[in-house]
């Protein structure tokens, strides 16, 4: 057996496989699963109030399921796709930023109520970003103004459903 794929080494000299045999096992499990909640959704009974304006019960979740199970079925191709590039494996420990991003976007969420949608939307644009390193004030100027007027404009306007709007009481309806 080829030892490179054991390793997950890849480099532009060697004959990268097609098909990578770990990321098929997690593609596989990855795809079993959203099958299996993809097909839940066709016994959902009970409206939630949040999509009971114009969206079914049943379409969001469909939605995000397809898209998982679309990169799913890239995933043990990537190796193959990417080959001669940078790798995206991460060699050692996880980064102590990705657990501080976990509990940032906890907390902020845990705030969904008292913040409202759009400041939600807006407190995550600044801290993500700003917690990673990013320092192009530009962009990320540009960015936080216009990406949750966008979302909040295209859920609460476009597909009419009722956001939280929270102590300001910002609604876009």
């Excluded at 079914?56 to 190796?79: K, N």
């Excluded at 103004?145 to 295209?154: E, I, R």
Aim: hydrophobic fraction near 55%; glycine fraction near 6%; proline fraction near 6%.
């Amino acid at each position: 057996m080829n030892t490179k794929i054991l390793r997950h080494e890849v480099s532009s000299e060697s004959s990268t496989p097609i098909f990578h045999p770990w990321d098929g096992v997690v593609a596989g499990i990855l795809l079993a699963v959203s099958i299996f909640l993809y097909v839940q959704t066709y016994y959902f009974e009970e409206v939630s109030a949040f999509v009971a304006q114009n969206v079914g019960p049943e379409e969001i979740p469909r939605g995000l399921l397809i898209a998982i199970i679309a990169m799913s079925l890239i995933v043990p191709f990537e190796r193959w796709i990417r080959r001669g590039k940078h790798s995206l494996d991460q060699k050692g420990r996880v980064k102590p930023i990705v657990f501080l991003t976990i509990f940032m976007l906890v907390g902020l969420v845990a705030l969904h109520e008292t913040l409202g949608t759009w400041l939600l939307l807006t407190a995550v644009c600044v801290v993500l970003p700003l917690a990673w390193g990013e320092r192009r004030w530009l962009p990320l100027g540009i960015y936080v103004a216009v990406f949750p007027l966008l979302v909040s404009l295209l859920f609460g306007v476009v597909l009419d459903v009722v956001l939280e709007p929270g102590i300001f009481d910002l609604k876009f309806y």
